[in-house]
Each structure stands twice: as C-alpha cells, then as structure tokens.
C-alpha cells in the first residue's frame, strides 16, 4: 500500500476518534490536571470551605475561589503525610497584595486556617 494512501487512512480514523471524543465529553465538567499543584487547588475549590469569622470578614465565597485560581501550594511548608486532614500552605494574590493562606484539606470540607499578608 502506498504511503500516501496509509497516511489518508491514518487522517480518516484519527478525524473520527476526535468527533467521537467531542461528543462523548461534551458538557461534561472534564478536565486535565496533571500536575500536584492543579491536583490540589481542583480538590479544593471543589469542596465546601468554612472559615472563622474573627479572622478576616471580608474573604468571603467570592474571594476564596478567585484567590483559588491565582494561588499555589507551597509543599515545603505544608502537612501532607496526615491521614485525616491535610494542611496546605497556598501563596497567591488577594487586593493586589500577597497573601498567604493556610487550610486543612478534609474529606467533605475545607477549613481555613489561617489568613495573613506576606511581603514579598
């Protein structure tokens, strides 16, 4: 068989198994977190989270999530050998000013621990 007509076959099966990909995931919340850190702001932002309120009275829900999405895991300093809760230090922006955000990941909830600013 020529090259050329391997290399058509090649397209046209290729060109079908991404059509049946698009309709099998589509409107379906999927997506590609490979890495630890997306691992762990996806799991996060996924569960419900509680906060006390002496600490900060304006981080709310809104506040939580957007800070979600510009943060990152410090894994140095955060716990995660525990069983139950895992502690995760997250470094990231809030009101343009860095921030630091210590929560213990449990199994249904997210607690925040502790709020502060940092200096950069």
Same mark, same amino acid.
């Given at each position: 068989?020529?090259?050329? $007509? %391997?290399?058509?076959? $090649? ?7 991404? @059509?049946? *990909?698009?309709? @099998? ?6 997506? &590609?977190? $490979? ?17 006390? !309120? ?5 981080? #709310? ?12 895991? #410090? ?9 139950? &809760?895992?502690? $995760?230090? *997250? ?5 343009? !000013?860095?921030?630091? *955000? %210590?929560? =213990?990941? &449990? =199994?249904? =909830?997210? %607690?925040? *621990? =502790? ?6």
């Amino acid at each position: 068989m020529k090259l050329l $007509y %391997r290399l058509g076959f $090649y397209m046209i099966g290729f060109s079908i198994g991404l @059509i049946f *990909l698009a309709v @099998i995931l589509k409107g379906k919340k999927t997506s &590609c977190n $490979y890495g630890p850190n997306d691992r762990v702001i996806s799991n996060l932002s996924k569960k419900n989270w509680s906060l006390n !309120q002496s600490i900060d009275p304006e981080f #709310d829900s809104i506040a939580f999530h957007s800070f979600l999405t510009k943060s990152n895991v #410090d894994f140095g300093k955060s716990d995660t050998l525990k069983d139950s &809760c895992k502690t $995760y230090l *997250l470094n990231g922006y809030w009101r343009e !000013q860095p921030f630091t *955000l %210590r929560v =213990e990941n &449990c =199994e249904k =909830e997210v %607690r925040v *621990l =502790e709020l502060s600013y940092r200096s950069e």
